[in-house]
């Protein structure tokens, strides 16, 4: 089955590199690109294409990191730094979903928010509770996107409520659930996940290395957000050299056969920075998140000039909007900053950087995704930016920026994720 | 005629004390208000009630600065620092409002976007343009908000087409312009604006002055946006002190009976401060601005503490957006980084802080606006947040702060400005 996409065509050939072809063919059969035409392709005589006019057809945005049990808090409660915060607004919000009829609820809406935003493929933290996790990938796998789910893990330094009664029980309730999701979805999948060092013992991580390596999975946690964290994982594990070491002590930290994705990477030092590099380890730059909790600026050039795979998440409800489109002007106003305040060795990101972050970058953490260079995987969102009214006639790349920077989910006319298209109703 | 609005009513009564009055009464006559009641007010039994159920009922929103000719071009063009910025981007776009046609175009976008937001205040800055500007004017008062707006003066250091010949023909049409405008409308007035030093010469300076005396006029200017500006204002006008005394030079600064408001004011050093203490400038701030194009963080924790009025800026087209909701939570994510990476000693701005910036903060520019306070002017908008689902009982100071994160403009239901409802089909 070959289908032709018309219209405006923009999608990464690289960072820096911005491809359009305007008024063009993308050719995908089942879920892979066949290629970008310019003019129409004759091969193609016979096959249906669907016209989008002068809209913009971009490939689906990815969201590295961001936590489905928040999405209910989003926009409150961003007056702490993270410690304080958790306790504060997150575990107790997070406790609420041992009920399943309040995750029910609350779920229903985020996975029906997600599904109308320009994301087709996301990294998503749940919480420990199985039957809302589950409940969680249900819905996901109804919404159409492409998901890693993280039932959460924590057995230390949390609520009662909300830690584990030991490592091994821990263990045991991550194994059924993983046995009974790893194979049971087209599109949702399970991820390693401990919250992060501080909420995770030794033994739970030793337990959580073992479920990863039985049924290779992916590895997703959160690293050096915030100061005062990195100095009580210095105090939990005085026999690391970093924080990254405290992961990569349990073999959860990227290297040959381990998918890892680590959130804000905010104050990573250059032993840190070496580490990830040699082991792989994809950056989740949250800019958002970390404006709100006073967090800092994640260093992202200078992730992207040691060859590091960056992408970008929302972190949702560290940051409010789960629009990756958001992200991506966060994400350059970041780097601004960081330029301006930090360190003017490190270049602002431009509008390609930021574009390729949310698409390829992070899409690239799900295989070929991100791209509409042939083979890749078919994820496309069909843009309408005719709101956004000018009297200039504006370049295709230039309407590309005010989609980012101005647009909302209004805009989007249709989306496919893995050459389906997703019903918008 | 006494009118009374139910609903959550919502607004300061300090920096830091958020009045919120659940299911209140909210009463008016004419254009101001009479008060705010928890109980219905007996004394008003027989005038007519609107209730908006469940709605909030806040303030309208002041923004202290923007450029009405750069909507056309926002979310475009933030890849430059200030100076290049403007050569490359602002002046090119600013010379199309030479042609009236031109500005209709781009002047009923912005007014409509303006009319259809939050904004119930605005200080304005146009173009040199008289004809256009006349027309923007007529514009703003059909769109019901209230507005200063200015017609720019530049006579040096920018392209020959958007230079005025020499100072005597800019205070020429300036006065003609003042002449014009300043008892035709009920809303809109002229404030006397020259863009900033580096394009405006001494003489121009002094006639700007003589013109602002004679009609007792406000200003509006820029003041220590980037880096770079000053140390052109440093090098243009070396006998001053600091930027400021180079508006001060002339009288252009505040002081007696010169209301002023300056925008940006990013890196003033502690003697400016005193200057703008002592002379009661008030200070518009525009953090999306200075993230775009990484100008930097205005430390506006230290400017409340000295004092001084502080009021937000959306400042289209540094910034992308027109929203003051916007404009509060960027101003709370520039005081957490403020406090995290210049210094410590500046706690970031509260929610509390935040909404009286772009409520009370920026109104006191306009007189007893920005509040429901006994005596205040009358401007008010109805927010219905039903939109932004969630699980959980909120307060109204928690859907205060969600419709301050993460609402836009089609969550307006109401919009009043000095006691009349604007139309807003």
């Not at 072809?21 to 249906?48: A, C, I, R, T």
């Not at 990756?324 to 390609?352: C, G, H, K, T, V």
Request: proline share 4%; aromatic share 12%; hydrophobic share 35%.
């Amino acid at each position: 089955m070959i289908t032709i996409l018309k219209g405006n065509i923009c999608y990464s050939e690289a960072p820096d590199k911005l491809k359009i072809v305007e008024h063009g063919y993308l050719v995908y059969s089942e879920n892979q690109v066949l290629g970008v035409y310019s003019e129409f392709p004759e091969d193609y005589l016979y096959f249906k294409i669907t016209d989008y006019g002068d809209y913009l057809i971009i490939p689906g945005l990815c969201d590295l990191h961001t936590h489905a049990p928040q999405y209910s808090f989003r926009g409150l409660g961003t007056d702490l730094e993270l410690l304080d915060w958790l306790g504060r607004y997150t575990y107790p919000e997070e406790s609420k979903y041992a009920q399943l009829d309040y995750a029910v609820k609350a779920y229903n809406i985020f996975t029906n928010a997600i599904k109308h935003s320009a994301t087709t493929r996301a990294c998503i933290f749940a919480t420990l509770h199985t039957p809302a996790t589950v409940y969680l990938m249900e819905k996901l796998e109804q919404s159409g996107i492409v998901s890693m789910v993280g039932k959460v893990n924590m057995d230390r330094n949390c609520p009662a409520i909300l830690r584990q009664a030991d490592a091994k029980a821990a263990y045991n309730a991550a194994r059924s659930w993983i046995l009974d999701t790893k194979d049971r979805f087209d599109n949702t999948s399970p991820i390693i996940t401990p919250r992060f060092i501080p909420t995770c013992s030794d033994e739970l991580m030793r337990n959580l290395k073992q479920l990863q390596e039985e049924y290779a999975l992916p590895v997703q946690s959160h690293l050096s957000e915030n100061m005062d964290e990195i100095a009580w994982v210095k105090e939990l594990c005085p026999q690391c050299e970093t924080y990254s070491h405290a992961y990569q002590q349990f073999g959860l930290f990227g290297g040959s056969g381990v998918p890892t994705v680590m959130a804000h990477c905010v104050w990573c030092n250059d032993r840190e920075i070496d580490l990830m590099t040699q082991n792989n380890v994809y950056v989740a730059h949250c800019p958002q998140s970390n404006f709100n909790l006073a967090s800092g600026i994640a260093p992202v050039r200078k992730y992207l000039k040691h060859g590091i795979n960056v992408g970008l998440g929302s972190d949702v409800a560290g940051g409010c909007h789960l629009s990756i489109f958001r992200a991506m002007s966060d994400a350059m106003q970041a780097s601004n900053l960081y330029w301006r305040l930090i360190d003017n060795l490190y270049e602002p990101l431009s509008l390609e950087e930021a574009f390729y972050l949310g698409t390829r970058g992070g899409g690239s953490f799900f295989g070929n995704v991100g791209s509409f260079e042939k083979g890749y995987e078919f994820d496309a969102v069909v843009i309408d930016d005719s709101k956004l009214l000018t009297t200039n006639p504006l370049s295709i790349r230039e309407r590309l920026s005010r989609v980012i920077y101005c647009s909302d989910d209004s805009a989007i006319r249709a989306k496919y994720v893995r050459g389906k298209q997703v019903e918008l109703t």
